[in-house]
């Protein structure tokens, strides 16, 4: 009953308004303003500071500056394996497993389609029957989005959608929740073949960046939009920053079949780090260079 009326009041809220509320609000240069935002944030959320490059809070020109700081280069430790694929956030597991019949498992009695979560039906075959892990981000994790393998980009694709809570109780009761809220698709080749790493918008949600476009969302355009990068340059390394979530939200990361074998280990409600182990290639696919391309 509780899950329901919290998802009645999701509907009822005017989602993208208060979301541009936020976005405003977290942007405020006014010392007064954004010292006491961020402090009464570490407060409330028990933030470790001591993990930052820059713990003093006031240091911080407005609160999103804060919300999206660097860590600590010593913070995060990779997977000492070279080929090993790593946790691209800090989070918790919402969910992992094959992709059956193009369908990924979002909670109890609940799919939703690979190829409405990608908007991009070329890209869905390609991750047909492969895997996948859904990292939920909370207030209080760090909010840069890391590269779980060395790869190349082959395109982006922003999709438009709702605003929901991607919190525990709005993915158990919203159906297809990932594919009905706005979202940032980037689609690499990599060294274990190709990967979709997407970035699920959600309530109060500022802003999804990439460190190659800047600010992707929020923005005027209301339809799919795509931009290829085949042939581009732009390769980023393991453990390399890729984005940003100006708020929390949700990272859903895809593999082909036959190319990954997540870490058997993984279940809902684990807490991740990036860095960590989050799965090893069944075989190794070499990133053509630019030239080849």
């Known amino acids: 009953m509780k899950d329901c009326l919290f998802v009645w009041l999701q509907y009822a809220l005017p989602q993208r308004s208060l979301s541009r509320l936020i976005h405003r609000l977290t942007r405020i240069r006014t010392p007064w303003f954004k010292n006491a935002f961020i402090r009464i944030f570490i407060r409330l959320f028990r933030v470790d500071m001591s993990e930052a490059q820059e713990r003093d809070p006031d240091t911080f020109a407005s609160f999103n500056e804060f919300f999206t700081r660097p860590l600590r280069a010593d913070a995060r430790p990779r997977s000492e394996a070279r080929d090993a694929i790593i946790c691209p956030?800090?989070?918790?597991?919402?969910?992992?497993?094959?992709?059956?019949?193009?369908?990924?498992?979002?909670?109890?009695?609940?799919?939703?389609?690979?190829?409405?979560?990608?908007?991009?039906?070329?890209?869905?075959?390609?991750?047909?029957?492969?895997?996948?892990?859904?990292?939920?981000?909370?207030?209080?994790?760090?909010?840069?989005?890391?590269?779980?393998?060395?790869?190349?980009?082959?395109?982006m694709i922003y999709l438009p959608g709702r605003l929901f809570s991607v919190n525990a109780a709005t993915v158990r009761s919203v159906p297809r929740l990932f594919v009905r809220n706005e979202r940032v698709v980037c689609l690499f080749d990599t060294d274990a073949g190709p990967m979709a790493q997407v970035l699920i918008g959600a309530l109060n949600v500022g802003s999804i960046e990439t460190v190659w476009a800047g600010e992707v969302a929020p923005g005027r355009r209301r339809s799919r939009t795509?931009?290829?990068?085949?042939?581009?340059?732009?390769?980023?390394?393991?453990?390399a920053e890729m984005g940003r979530f100006n708020m929390g939200s949700t990272v859903i990361v895809a593999f082909a079949a036959d190319r990954v074998a997540l870490t058997g280990g993984l279940r809902p409600g684990q807490t991740v780090r990036v860095g960590q182990l989050l799965g090893s290639p069944v075989s190794s696919v070499p990133v053509p260079d630019s030239d080849s391309a």
Request: aromatic letters at 12%; charged letters at 20%; proline letters at 4%.
């Open 226 to 239: 795509c931009w290829d990068y085949e042939g581009s340059a732009i390769t980023l390394d393991r453990g």
């Open 89 to 155: 956030v800090d989070g918790m597991v919402s969910q992992t497993g094959n992709i059956h019949n193009g369908l990924l498992f979002q909670a109890k009695d609940r799919d939703y389609e690979l190829g409405d979560l990608l908007g991009d039906p070329d890209w869905a075959r390609q991750l047909a029957g492969g895997s996948f892990a859904t990292l939920y981000l909370a207030p209080y994790n760090y909010h840069r989005i890391h590269m779980p393998a060395r790869g190349r980009l082959h395109r």
